[in-house]
């Protein structure tokens, strides 16, 4: 295999996880936030799907397996936790997501910026790499 597919079978390998429960997270930038720089615009927040939560709250995608191993379903509120942090997102379940992780994207979870920017959603880039996520209260 090639060195980068190397790399990633190693990563998906790593003994790091400190509970067999441990999700990698990957953080994106997804293309309607345009990574936070126009999070006080609400038309930006527009551009995602209107019909799920995805408007205006941070979502935690997970593949099917893991979302069943997790007893959760699309839309649970959840707890995304780390060592030295914890967000709050929704759930959607994604095929596309390797079952050992999980993804949230950058934009949403500013503390300024306005009234359409401040407090909507949560910012992953305060997480640990390996993650935990459990039900909301």
């Not at 979502?59 to 893991?66: I, K, S």
């Not at 994604?94 to 993804?103: F, L, S, T, V």
């Given at each position: 295999?090639?060195?980068?597919?190397?790399?990633?079978?190693?990563?998906?390998?790593?003994?790091?996880?400190?509970?067999?429960?441990?999700?990698?997270?990957?953080?994106?930038?997804?293309?309607?936030?345009?990574?936070?720089?126009?999070?006080?615009?609400?038309?930006?927040?527009?551009?995602?799907?209107?019909?799920?939560?995805?408007?205006?709250?941070?979502?935690?995608?997970?593949?099917?397996?893991?979302?069943?191993?997790?007893k959760?379903?699309?839309?649970?509120?959840?707890?995304?936790?780390?060592?030295?942090?914890?967000?709050?997102?929704?759930?959607m379940?994604?095929?596309?997501?390797?079952?050992?992780?999980?993804?949230?994207?950058?934009?949403?979870?500013?503390?300024?910026?306005g009234?359409?920017?401040?407090?909507?959603?949560?910012?992953?880039?305060?997480?640990?790499?390996?993650?935990?996520?459990?039900?909301?209260?």
């Open positions: 295999p090639s060195a980068a597919l190397q790399e990633l079978q190693n990563y998906f390998k790593s003994e790091t996880a400190p509970k067999e429960t441990a999700l990698k997270l990957l953080i994106y930038v997804p293309l309607a936030y345009a990574d936070g720089a126009g999070a006080e615009l609400p038309y930006l927040h527009g551009l995602t799907n209107a019909a799920s939560r995805e408007l205006w709250n941070s979502q935690v995608e997970l593949h099917p397996e893991t979302a069943t191993r997790l959760l379903v699309s839309g649970d509120r959840v707890l995304v936790q780390s060592k030295t942090a914890q967000v709050l997102a929704y759930v379940i994604r095929q596309g997501i390797h079952p050992e992780c999980c993804a949230m994207s950058l934009g949403l979870g500013r503390d300024g910026l009234e359409f920017a401040h407090q909507h959603g949560s910012n992953p880039l305060v997480l640990e790499p390996l993650v935990e996520i459990v039900k909301a209260p």
